[in-house]
């Protein structure tokens, strides 16, 4: 009865090993540019997986998106991509399914939106004349509040008069955490 119990307990074990070997497996996720984006940028969702089929749920505490199914783009990467114009700001959770023939598997990711703002606060002289030195006080807000800069995200500034860009004399000023 033992070598019985030992060919059913194998058998099993080996049709077991197969069917979790056949599973589709999401491998990885990323968001291009990332996965904090502001709003007007497009987002290109990337995901691996060794299934024939992706699809992403997305939603928010205040939005939910339709199915989006993603587009085969290489043998096991899927991509879509998502124009920020159309979300509101705020933290989305996206909700992937990832299929084959017979079986799926899910996985949860998150991605951002903020707002960011900009605007002339104080200009001084009032009155400005040909080659006069002005100063412009621009605030920048990220959804809402001032933008704290670092050494990493330090904002970058062009300056365009009369469609040519103009050099800046010093350096941007910022609430630096």
């Known amino acids: 009865m033992k070598p019985l119990g030992l060919l059913i307990g194998f058998s099993l074990y080996i049709f077991l090993m197969n069917v979790s070997l056949a599973l ?14 502001y709003m007007g940028e497009n987002l290109t969702l990337r995901v691996i997986c060794n299934g024939s089929e992706v699809k992403a749920k997305i939603y928010s505490s205040s939005t939910t ?7 085969k783009v290489s043998a096991n990467t899927f991509e879509t991509a998502l124009w920020s114009l159309t979300l509101e700001k705020g933290s989305y959770t996206v909700n992937l399914s990832c299929s084959d023939e017979n079986n799926t598997t899910y996985n949860l990711t998150t991605f951002s939106v903020h707002e960011l703002e900009g605007k002339i606060t104080d200009v ?4 400005i004349f040909t080659n006069d030195l002005i100063k412009v006080n621009f605030e920048i807000r990220k959804d809402g509040a001032l933008l704290e800069c670092s050494e990493s995200n330090f904002p970058e500034f062009h300056v365009y008069l009369d469609e040519e860009e103009v050099e800046l004399e010093g350096l941007p000023v910022c609430n630096v955490n």
């Open 124 to 127: 001084y002289p009032s009155k």
């Open 24 to 37: 589709p497996v999401i491998t990885n996720i990323t968001f291009e540019p990332s996965s904090e984006i």
């Open 65 to 71: 998106l339709p199915s989006i199914t993603l587009t």
